[in-house]
């Protein structure tokens, strides 16, 4: 089983709706969460880090479910440019805490 | 402030060939990584160094080696390219052991023939 699985999609959105998406983890000692957003053929880039709480970066609202072992992405009001592919990242959990990466969910947001 | 920079960002071997793809911060930052990243999988881990000095295998150490020339340098080797090696390899920094935001290189593509 993948440490982090994500749905693949496409998720097609038409601009100006809503979009959501989940990321399970195995690993239940994993303490940090992330959403890395990766454009095509670019390099990952942090989107945002993902609080027990909640938490929410304009347009981006992410939450986490620690009894469930997933987080969740959701894109309000979508703007073209937010098609990319969007990864679920988790901490390993162990001593050091190296990441780990879901294959990422693609987003594409039409006009 | 360039941030991660990486050479080269293309490259085509030949099985059996050899090469060494360089990496460097200017973050001042302590950890280093290699990843690999296939279609329809994560990146998943070659090899880290949590600091200036050390370096230790992640999940697909097999067929690479790398090297923390200093604080702001790692670099990866391959000593004899095969074509499952063919991937795109993305350098990272970050300023801990791994349980904050990492910063991405733009990555090298490499195919082996």
């Known amino acids: 089983r993948k440490e982090v699985e994500q749905d693949p999609g496409p998720f097609n959105v038409p601009e100006g709706a809503t979009v959501a998406f989940n990321c399970t983890y195995s690993n239940s000692a994993s303490q940090s969460f992330f959403w890395y957003r990766q454009d095509c053929r670019k390099e990952p880039k942090l989107l945002m880090s993902v609080y027990s709480s909640g938490n929410e970066d304009g347009r981006f609202t992410a939450q986490l479910n620690r009894a469930s072992q997933y987080i969740s992405l959701l894109i309000r009001d979508s703007k073209l440019s937010d098609s990319a592919t969007y990864l679920c990242?988790?901490?390993?959990?162990?001593?050091?805490?190296?990441?780990?990466f879901g294959a990422g969910t693609q987003v594409v947001v039409t006009p | 402030n360039a941030g991660v920079t990486q050479t080269p960002k293309f490259q085509v071997l030949k099985t059996g060939q050899s090469m060494t793809l360089q990496c460097a911060q200017d973050m001042n930052h302590n950890s280093m990584y290699w990843y690999r990243q296939d279609p329809g999988m994560g990146l998943r881990l070659i090899y880290y160094s949590a600091s200036e000095g050390t370096t230790d295998k992640g999940e697909v150490p097999n067929g690479y080696n790398v090297s923390r020339l200093n604080k702001r340098e790692f670099s990866l080797r391959l000593e004899s390219a095969a074509p499952s090696q063919t991937s795109v390899y993305f350098c990272a920094s970050s300023d801990d052991g791994g349980y904050n935001e990492q910063f991405f290189g733009p990555g090298t593509r490499l195919t082996v023939l």
């Open positions: 990242v988790v901490n390993g959990g162990n001593s050091w805490g190296k990441l780990q």
